[in-house]
């Protein structure tokens, strides 16, 4: 008899790898935190736990060269998933669609969600204090699960309903857009500082 794991779910853990960049990035981001007044109203207005560029601006690769040198990293990492995960995209490339901002206070956490109209989606890391909550991802089935009992502690990952994954500052995280995802309340003393982005 043999049991096989069936329908796999791909998630990548890559490193950005420049000092030099994250440190850009993260006064990049504080600035944007501080002048972006429509985020900032939007963001209140949400009940954002901080500040998101998320519905204020869709330019930044073009309003600040660091985001675009940013692109330009995120796209190598992007095709190196695209092939991991086996997608067969016709011969074209995916091309980024949205890069926001987020600069969440120490016990924020975002709820969880899906990115529709993405194939690809993922974050970079710049500033992970310590008391600060990775990323939960959910088992796609789980809605399908009904009757399904919970799962054995001792159960090895990829037989979990939840995955935590932990990220250093400088971690990209890339997932196909449809997983289901979110950030729990942290216990930080500090904000907690990432980039999100989309592509299709």
């Known amino acids: 008899m043999?049991?096989?794991?069936l329908f796999a779910t791909r998630f990548y853990q890559g490193e950005l790898g420049d000092a030099d960049l994250l440190a850009e990035l993260?006064?990049?981001?504080?600035?944007?935190?501080?002048?972006d007044r429509?985020?900032?109203?939007?963001?209140?207005?949400q009940g954002y736990p901080g500040y998101t560029s998320y519905a204020s601006l869709n330019d930044l690769p073009v309003r600040n060269p660091v985001f675009d040198d940013l692109r330009r990293v995120l796209d190598k990492h992007v095709r190196r998933f695209v092939d991991e995960a086996y997608l067969d995209l016709g011969g074209r490339r995916l091309k980024l669609d949205s890069l926001w901002v987020n600069?969440?206070?120490?016990?924020?956490?975002?709820?969880g969600h899906i990115?529709?109209?993405s194939v690809v989606s993922g974050t970079i890391y710049v500033r992970v204090p310590e008391g600060a909550q990775g990323l939960k991802l959910e088992d796609p089935r789980l809605p399908m699960m009904m009757a399904a009992p919970l799962r054995r502690r001792d159960a090895p990952e990829d037989a979990q309903t939840?995955?935590?994954?932990?990220?250093?500052?400088?971690?990209?995280f890339l997932w196909e857009s449809w997983l289901r995802h979110e950030v729990p309340a942290?216990?930080?003393?500090s904000e907690r500082i990432s980039i999100s982005f989309n592509y299709r």
Request: aromatic letters at 6%; a positive charge; hydrophobic letters at 35%.
């Open 2 to 5: 043999t049991t096989r794991t």
């Open 26 to 35: 993260e006064d990049a981001a504080l600035s944007l935190a501080r002048e």
């Open 38 to 45: 429509a985020g900032r109203a939007w963001s209140k207005q």
């Open 103 to 111: 600069v969440l206070k120490g016990s924020g956490g975002h709820s």
């Open 115 to 117: 990115h529709p109209h």
């Open 162 to 172: 939840f995955v935590y994954a932990t990220p250093a500052e400088g971690s990209i």
């Open 186 to 189: 942290g216990q930080a003393k």
